[in-house]
């Protein structure tokens, strides 16, 4: 029965380098032919390399979209962190690739940084050797090369990254991360063209906006394109860079491997006792929320400064709505950060290990087996002395998890062989 999946009838095409190989060489002849036969300035050169980041920049955001991986994002982020937990994903029907949430959170991010770059980059090298008066003319001079780039590396995100499936051996930062290295390749190159032409062409006074793109010689165009050339290599054999990385001493950053796609063990040996946070805790833990992040309050600041000036003016019932909006502010996330991160997760105690479990999706956020914790400590803060509960603290090598709010930890605790460490010294197993 033939494959549903579109991308398998392009898999075979990806085999091995080629794809990515011609795109890189279609990348880089266009040029030198450009220099060579067509006698390109220096202006043309460093307008279609330009034109060649941004192309690179909206394939690298597509990629990074379907992206197979999750993204590795900051566990104590509000909201973020307790989301990017619960690896979900939205699957696109017959091919086998999904949108992943983690990766969401990352392209807003990831979007604005890659447009600056491109941004900066365009200015500190078009904007300085294509003169005022030919920018359509050089726009015109580079039109079909910059058509070609694009539909190349278009055909090469769908051979390679796609029907390769080489989307599952990335995330979203990954995903982008050549981007940076081929924007540094052109501004470095821009950089030292113009300070050793500038050098040998203007005089003291004269300011770099009367560099001539004509005084770029052929020598030195060519060996812009040669060191242009040399990155993409780089990039193109960046599995090898990254095999040598990992066999080596030394920390290179190749090497780097996103989170795995693989569902944390659920299974548990019997029997099994499931904890909850009880609803006063997880009505504390929403309103103390805040406390632990600042940076909420500033979203209240305005509808707060509001309302005083409301009733200042006599107007009470603005003033009153408006006081209400500003206590709501930092609540609502609040609310949401805790729920998400304690107050919807079960805590399934086993024989043989503590899994937390999501209560809406049922995925298993993560598992903790007997020994292989660092730590066990329990705690008891102010809000746990007034609601008469304890934090169970269970640090990893790399890692901590922390459960509070629990009436009665016990059950946690008898996972373990290890005694826990308790603020009065006290050894309740022998009780």
Do not use: C
């Amino acid at each position: 029965m033939p494959s549903l999946r579109p991308f398998d009838r392009v898999r075979a095409l990806g085999r091995g380098r080629r794809p990515r190989a011609l795109s890189v060489a279609l990348a880089n002849l266009l040029p030198l032919v450009g220099v060579v036969s067509l006698g390109w300035n220096a202006a043309a050169l460093m307008t279609l390399y330009w034109f060649e980041l941004g192309i690179a920049s909206g394939w690298a955001l597509v990629r990074a979209l379907f992206a197979g991986r999750p993204s590795e994002l900051d566990q104590q982020g509000l909201i973020l962190g307790p989301l990017a937990q619960r690896r979900v994903g939205l699957s696109i029907p017959w091919t086998g690739v999904e949108v992943r949430l983690s990766s969401l959170f990352v392209l807003p991010v990831a979007a604005p940084i890659l447009a600056v770059v491109w941004a900066v980059v365009g200015t500190l090298t078009v904007g300085v050797v294509v003169e005022e008066g030919t920018v359509s003319t050089v726009v015109d001079t580079v039109m079909l090369a910059t058509l070609a780039i694009f539909v190349g590396q278009g055909v090469t995100t769908l051979v390679e990254y796609f029907g390769r499936g080489e989307y599952r051996d990335h995330s979203a930062q990954t995903a982008i991360q050549g981007v940076f290295a081929r924007g540094a390749a052109i501004f470095f190159g821009a950089l030292f063209t113009v300070t050793v032409v500038g050098a040998g062409t203007l005089e003291d006074d004269a300011p770099i906006s009367a560099l001539d793109a004509d005084a770029i010689g052929l020598p030195l165009l060519l060996g812009i394109v040669g060191v242009k050339f040399a990155f993409d290599l780089a990039s193109l054999y960046g599995d090898r860079l990254a095999a040598f990385d990992e066999s080596s001493a030394l920390d290179l950053g190749f090497s780097y491997d996103p989170p795995s796609t693989d569902p944390v063990d659920g299974s548990l040996a019997g029997p099994i006792e499931t904890v909850r946070q009880p609803r006063r805790a997880r009505l504390a833990g929403a309103l103390t929320t805040p406390l632990g992040h600042p940076g909420l309050w500033y979203l209240a600041s305005l509808p707060a400064l509001g309302a005083a000036l409301f009733a200042v003016g006599g107007e009470r019932a603005t003033a009153a709505f408006l006081l209400a909006v500003a206590v709501a502010l930092p609540l609502a996330p609040a609310a949401v950060d805790h729920e998400l991160r304690y107050g919807l997760v079960a805590y399934r105690a086993g024989a043989d290990a503590l899994v937390a479990r999501d209560r809406l999706s049922g995925a298993t956020l993560w598992r903790v087996e007997p020994w292989d914790e660092t730590d066990l400590r329990v705690k008891r803060g102010w809000l746990d002395r007034r609601l008469g509960t304890e934090t169970v603290v269970i640090e990893l090598r790399d890692d901590e998890y922390r459960i509070p709010g629990l009436p009665d930890p016990e059950p946690i605790l008898d996972v373990f062989d290890r005694q826990p460490d308790r603020p009065d010294g006290s050894d309740r197993s022998v009780e």
